[in-house]
């Protein structure tokens, strides 16, 4: 429940009352621009089906498009809460743009080692693309990548990160919020939890169609979703927990994403992913398609798992000290 606080004596600090409106505007600006990709992302199994004569399967792109829903709206609210320059505003600006660089950072990693590889795979009836053209266009194809997910995202950072802006919210919203009640850095995985545990529905009982990879064999059916809906309950607990400040929330994530990493590394050293496509009833034209591209298989697979899982457990690492500090209290 929000209150007011008690004012304490202010340091020096230059008011950013100014930047937080036009941060706040292009927040929302932002926030139109995810909203229009939402019939665009709907769309593209229409058309994709007016070329090839196939029904239209929807659920590869539901997911997509409530993650561009949520951030239309995240970012507008957001925007809104700025221009207002409310403390809740700039602390859940700063984890999502801090979400946003992780994920460009990481995405970058794995589009320099897995984008040669598949531009050097011709398309059916087609050419390879030359050496040099394939090293043009992963640079652009990271050039870009880096101005949407790694540039965009930093200046966010620089700006809300900065302690006159900190100070300047302070000053005019002296009110407590939820978003005081914990660390930013535990908020951050609180919140990251409770999204995953929404999101999983849509893509893994929807999409996935309960198709799970279980220590070196593949899970569907009810097997598959007696696993889903059971790491949502303890991730569902985990957001609570961490929020809480509770260490058991803590030790909970941890121990199942280890368990779902190595589950992972185990069937995808032994199974083929193409086999997991089948058993979540991918057409045909859109297996060839992976088939086509290696990177989809193999080795290649582990290493996205280990490229994904690895940024993960050291940032679990570095928020375990604020679970410490609250047992010594």
Known sequence: MDQTLPVPPVPQFKDRRGGLIAFGILLIVGG????????MTLLGPAMAARET????????????????????VAFVWLGIGSIKARRWARALTLIL???????????????????PQALANPPPGGQALPEAARIMATIVAVAVT???????????????????VKATCEARDPVRRWTDACPLPVLALSLVLAYSVVMWIPTFLVLQRSVV?????????????????????LWGYSAWATYRLKPAGWWVVVTTL??????SLLTFS??????????????????????QYGFFQGRSMLLVVALSALPVF??????????????QT
């Open 213 to 233: 990879p279980f220590f070196g064999r593949l899970l569907s059916g009810a097997p598959g979703t007696a696993v889903i809906v059971t790491l949502m309950a």
């Open 258 to 263: 280890a368990v779902m990493t190595v589950s």
């Open 32 to 39: 139109c621009f995810c909203a229009l990709f939402v019939p």
């Open 270 to 291: 032994r199974v083929d992913v193409i086999e997991m496509y089948r058993l979540m009833e991918v057409s045909e034209e859109q297996i060839q398609q992976f088939e």
């Open 314 to 327: 050291g940032y679990l690492l570095y928020v375990k000290k604020f679970f410490r500090r609250r047992i």
């Open 146 to 164: 880096g101005v949407l997910f790694v540039l965009l995202p930093g200046v966010l950072v620089f700006f809300y990160g900065s302690r006159h």
């Open 53 to 72: 004569g196939v029904a239209p399967d929807y659920r590869m792109v539901i997911p997509g498009a409530l993650m561009y829903g949520v951030l239309a």
């Open 97 to 115: 743009a801090w979400l946003w660089l992780v994920t460009g950072v990481i995405s970058i990693g794995i589009m320099i080692v897995i984008l």
